[in-house]
Nanobody
Framework: VQLQASGGGLVQAGGSLRLSCAAS????????MGWFRQAPGKEREIVGA????????SYADSVKGRFTISRDNAKNTVYLQMNSLKPEDTATYYC?????????????????WGQGTQVTVSS
């Protein structure tokens, strides 16, 4: 599976962005998907995850109520809708796919990673 993340950019605090992650291959619907982020000087952390069928989601406490993950298996795409953005959300955002877990917040279960897209939130 190859993953291509897009949709990052510069936005003011309080604004919104929607990230997309397009996957290659015909078995996309079998993968649990996750979004992660890494800020400069910090370790990569989980943002949220979604189950293979889109029914289950899980979010980091820092983004709960502001971010929403969804997926369209017909389009081989997973989305991250980010609202009420804060300067502390500034990071490179990565999508990842796991064939080993239906939905997980653990980075170690993810087999495939996208290249990352930069999100910068100005105050």
């Amino acid at each position: 599976v190859q993953l291509q993340a897009s949709g990052g950019g510069l936005v003011q605090a309080g604004g919104s962005l929607r990230l997309s992650c397009a996957a290659s291959g015909r078995t996309f619907s079998r993968y649990g998907m996750g979004w992660f982020r890494q800020a400069p000087g910090k370790e990569r952390e989980i943002v949220g995850a979604i189950s293979w069928n889109g029914v289950g989601t899980s979010y980091a406490d820092s983004v709960k109520g502001r971010f929403t993950i969804s997926r369209d298996n017909a389009k081989n795409t997973v989305y991250l809708q980010m609202n009420s953005l804060k300067p502390e959300d500034t990071a490179t955002y990565y999508c990842a796919a796991s064939s080993r877990a239906p939905m997980s917040t653990r980075q170690t279960v993810y087999d495939y990673w996208g290249q990352g897209t930069q999100v910068t939130v100005s105050s």
